[in-house]
């Protein structure tokens, strides 16, 4: 199983960046995909998440308004759309697929994770 997270990068603050993850698991679509992130010293923590027909969302306080979750069961891909970045969201960015039936928002939640994208916001 391969989940290959791309689109970090270096932004000011205020900007724009489109995470994606390209997951190679044959189930994509009956599984619950989440975005985490973690900084420097800090524990990994709940970004967002979607369910497996992208009709249901969830997002961390701090991603509310300005992050935006989405993903392409046809392509097997999940987004992670952020507008608005602070020097604070600087973190990488790891997606993940859940556990059939786990909580989307803990990180036990999920099965399999990707290798992390690096945001870096500059202010």
């Known amino acids: 199983v391969q989940l290959q997270a791309s689109g970090g990068g270096l932004v000011q603050a205020g900007g724009s960046l489109r995470l994606s993850c390209t997951v190679s698991?044959?189930?994509?679509?009956?599984?619950?995909m989440g975005w985490f992130r973690q900084a420097p010293g800090k524990e990994r923590e709940f970004v967002a998440s979607?369910?497996?027909?992208?009709?249901?969302?969830s997002l961390s306080d701090s991603a509310k308004g300005r992050f935006t979750i989405s993903r392409d069961n046809a392509k097997n891909t999940v987004y992670l759309q952020m507008n608005s970045l602070k020097p604070e969201d600087t973190a990488v960015y790891y997606c993940?697929?859940?556990?059939?039936?786990?909580?989307?928002?803990?990180?036990?939640?999920?099965?399999?994770w990707g290798q992390g994208t690096l945001v870096t916001v500059s202010s």
């Open positions: 993940a697929a859940g556990r059939p039936g786990a909580r989307p928002t803990e990180v036990i939640g999920y099965e399999y």
């Open positions: 698991l044959r189930t994509f679509n009956i599984r619950i």
């Open positions: 979607i369910s497996a027909n992208g009709g249901s969302t």
